[in-house]
């Protein structure tokens, strides 16, 4: 069955630094999303993108924060200048969007952690 | 906007013993609703959802929940929960484009 991947598993970096997240959602999908879930709190959208463009962005997702979809398969998550409490597990996600299907299938996410 | 609530953070249940978990939500039109659960150090996955129709949706590993708009609620239920329950359980509605919104989650403890 096709699923979502991501890597790293696991991400350390020092405040200030550049990290990319990378995910490869599932194929023939067409929306891809990035949440968030800082420990202990819920899960948080951060942004939608679809057709080579942003969708929709949170308050969150503010410009410290990019996204793109360098090829056909890949799509990743930068933030340019980390911050503690940028420290979280970072989910990517896909769905078709069509109306029979907008189930929306996660990856294992990336626990990044900030030092 | 919409908002997701899921009333209780923890439930512990005897292994065998029947489950249900809360999820109330306030949205104007007909939600998208979904369960997702989550393992610990694991990712989302999908339990169930409900897009229309009928209104008890079964789902995967012997999970159903009910949607009742009389009562802006979705809960997850099953009949005889197993100790490989045992995960923490969002509730989650689709706002208009695409995007989801979760509750806080719900901890399940299974107790053999």
């Known amino acids: 069955e096709p699923e979502v991947t991501q890597t790293p598993s696991h991400q350390v970096t020092q405040m200030g630094q550049e990290v990319i997240l990378r995910c490869v959602p599932i194929s023939n999908h067409l929306y891809f999303y990035w949440y968030r879930q800082i420990l202990g709190q819920k899960v948080e959208f951060l942004v939608s993108f679809y057709n080579n463009e942003i969708s929709e962005k949170s308050e969150i997702f503010d410009d410290q924060f990019s996204v793109e979809r360098p090829d056909g398969s890949n799509f990743t998550l930068k933030i340019r200048s980390t911050k503690l409490e940028d420290s979280a597990m970072y989910f990517c996600?896909?769905?078709?969007?069509?109306?029979?299907?907008?189930?929306?299938?996660f990856g294992p996410g990336t626990r990044l952690t900030v030092t | 906007a919409q908002s997701v609530t899921q009333p209780d953070i923890h439930i512990t249940v005897s292994e065998g013993a029947s489950l249900e978990l809360r999820c109330n939500y306030s949205?104007?039109?007909?939600?998208?609703l979904f369960w997702y659960v989550q393992s610990p150090g694991q990712g989302l996955q999908l339990l169930l959802k409900?897009?229309?129709?009928?209104?008890l949706v079964q789902g995967i590993k012997g999970f159903e929940a009910e949607f009742k708009r009389s009562q802006s609620s979705f809960n997850l239920r099953k009949p005889s929960v197993h100790w490989s329950d045992a995960a923490e359980y969002f509730c989650?509605?689709?706002?208009?484009?695409?995007?989801?919104?979760f509750g806080a989650g719900t901890i399940l403890r299974v107790k053999s």
């Open positions: 989650a509605c689709m706002e208009y484009g695409n995007k989801l919104v």
């Open positions: 409900y897009f229309s129709g009928d209104t």
């Open positions: 996600a896909s769905t078709k969007g069509s109306a029979e299907s907008y189930e929306q299938y």
């Open positions: 949205y104007g039109a007909t939600p998208y």
